[in-house]
């Protein structure tokens, strides 16, 4: 008989959940800080610059919920376009996949609204509150009408920002400039004010409360992104080797003739690092490769008379004395996987006919017999022109010889974006007419722009 | 494991608004909240679209905060946290 193993007792609950320590990011300057910046004020400028750009006459890029039609541009996708969109969200997690592979967390530092945010809020807390080390002691200053004055000025700013955060985010759903003029006259509905409170409060809490614990608790990247490294991968690294044993030293001797590595153990890097880890206990997944440590190391090696690139972007591989490949299979697959939905997308795009047709059949008659001898089927015509222009289009009928349009008898003017419904009626002689007849319906336009959509049904007419 | 205020309360909420956020944008891409309201019930009449958009993501974002209530409730009320158990059957 197996015997059975006790299970061991519980262990005793470890503080599972303490309060956060605060994290006081150091200001530095460098290549990747300056990178960084580039990258907020681009991202930035375009997200709150975008909403307001008009193109021929309407709002250029605008998710209109409200009335269920997206405007890209000179581009109107409508719900049943819902593939682009589709392709465009995989392309975009391929991508994703495809960089994290090549150079880490390329995502995390630079592009993801979560780092850009608190970036933009971070430089407010540093024009308000000082430095680190003045931000630190104001904290542990007791309240008095300077703290009140700087704590104060950064909330102001923080919701200012918050708030108009959360008013570009819903321009994008609904018109901003009308969106604009109901804030100004107090006359905003319920629902668009509820979501831009909502997005001004996300704005908030992630950027100014939250901040590096969204990264650290609540990002679902975070923890699943190693699966697409390997050792191939650029990662943000503290050369062990050439840095240990870490100690402090006057500046201009040799490390190696004190037995020294040359870390310093300044921990300049702790410091700067926005989501306070060190670096130096290897690659850890709260690190979002934003590179503040490698430009804090940088200027103090400069300072130290040492090479810079203590802490570097490397490679496992480098770091092992191996060569590193930079064409990998994994990244051969993600290429490939990335120009194919980039080729269906751009070829569906392309080929895409900004015109609907559907054909219905009158239910009540299969014909009627009308005056001269013909024989007459009745069919409602639902028609969207799905182009941001009007077109005037013509109707023609093919597949049966004889066979003509009654009704609508003149050209058809159909508004942009419009959905319409006209009844049709064919007509044959009634000898030609007998039986079931495969024809095809024909929309065109006469504009000279080439659209044309074609729909097969019936025509019916007394049994021979 | 002691139920844990703070953390529980994220770990119910956030999941479930990406789930939400999810289930918002597959549903009404395929599915018109004007539809919906006009074959609805007469609670409905006179709604938006917008309340309609707003009214289905939270709908979805409190089933969604269930189901993920129902997790943290399960992990937090077993007699020996599933890790545990799983280690100690390994080392048999």
Redesign the interface.
């Known amino acids: 008989m197996a015997s059975v193993t006790p299970l061991p007792p519980p262990a005793s609950p470890a503080p599972f959940y303490a309060a956060a320590a605060k994290v006081y990011p150091r200001e530095i300057d460098g290549r990747f800080s300056r990178l960084r910046k580039l990258a907020v004020v681009l991202l930035l400028g375009l997200f709150y610059g975008l909403a307001w750009l008009d193109w021929n006459g309407h709002q250029g890029l605008l998710f209109d919920l409200p009335a269920r039609k997206f405007h890209i541009f000179g581009l109107t996708l409508w719900p049943q376009d819902f593939l682009y969109l589709t392709l465009l969200l995989i392309v975009a997690a391929l991508s994703l996949f495809f960089f994290t592979a090549l150079a880490g967390r390329l995502w995390c530092g630079y592009a993801c609204p979560q780092t850009v945010w608190t970036e933009l809020f971070v430089w407010i807390e540093q024009w308000t509150e000082g430095s680190r080390s003045q931000r630190m002691k104001l904290d542990r200053a007791p309240w008095s009408a300077a703290k009140l004055l700087r704590k104060g000025t950064k909330q102001l700013l923080w919701v200012a920002l918050a708030l108009f955060t959360g008013f570009t985010f819903v321009g994008y759903f609904t018109p901003i400039r009308s969106l604009g003029s109901q804030l100004l006259s107090l006359s905003l509905g319920p629902w668009q004010s509820f979501w831009v409170l909502l997005y001004s409060l996300a704005t908030y809490g992630n950027a100014g409360f939250l901040r590096e614990q969204v990264c650290k608790y609540m990002c679902p990247y975070a923890r699943f992104q190693s699966a697409m490294f390997d050792e191939d991968t650029l990662v943000i690294s503290y050369d062990g080797k050439r840095g240990e044993p870490r100690g402090a030293r006057r500046r201009g001797t040799e490390p190696r003739s004190l037995g020294l590595g040359d870390c310093i153990d300044c921990t300049m890097c702790v410091q700067a690092c926005p989501t306070g880890i060190d670096i130096r206990a290897g690659l850890q997944y709260e690190c979002i490769a934003c590179g503040a440590c490698i430009d804090a190391c940088d200027e103090v090696m400069d300072k130290m008379g040492s090479a810079r690139g203590l802490i570097r972007y490397t490679t496992g591989h480098a770091l092992q004395g191996a060569r590193t490949r930079l064409l990998r299979p994994r990244l051969l697959v993600y290429a490939l996987l990335i120009g194919g939905a980039v080729g269906v997308l751009t070829f569906s795009l392309l080929t895409r006919t900004p015109l609907i047709l559907d054909v219905l059949r009158d239910r009540n008659a299969l014909y009627r017999e009308v005056h001269g001898g013909l024989i007459e089927n009745a069919y409602t015509l639902k028609m969207i022109n799905l182009d941001d222009r009007p077109h005037r289009y013509r109707l023609t009928v093919s597949g049966m010889p004889g066979l003509g349009i009654v009704v609508p008898a003149g050209d058809i003017l159909l508004p942009p974006g419009s959905v319409n419904s006209i009844p049709a009626r064919l007509a044959a002689a009634a000898e030609a007419a007998g039986g079931v007849h495969h024809i095809v319906l024909t929309l065109a336009t006469v504009d000279g722009s080439g659209i044309a959509v074609h729909e097969n049904t019936r025509f019916i007419g007394p049994s021979p | 494991?002691?139920f844990?205020r703070?953390?529980d309360l994220?770990l119910v909420l956030?999941p479930s608004f990406?789930a939400a956020c999810g289930a918002s944008l597959l549903f009404?891409?395929?599915v018109?909240p004007a539809l919906l309201r006009d074959a609805g019930p007469r609670v409905f009449a006179g709604l938006?679209?917008?309340?309609g958009?707003?009214l289905g993501f939270l709908f979805f974002w409190a089933v969604a905060a269930v189901a993920s209530a129902l997790s943290v409730y399960l992990i937090r009320t077993a007699r020996?946290?599933p890790a545990?158990?799983h280690a100690?059957s390994d080392?048999?």
């Open positions: 494991m002691p844990v703070g953390l994220a956030w990406l009404f891409a395929a018109d938006e679209r917008e309340a958009y707003a020996t946290p545990a158990t100690a080392e048999r």
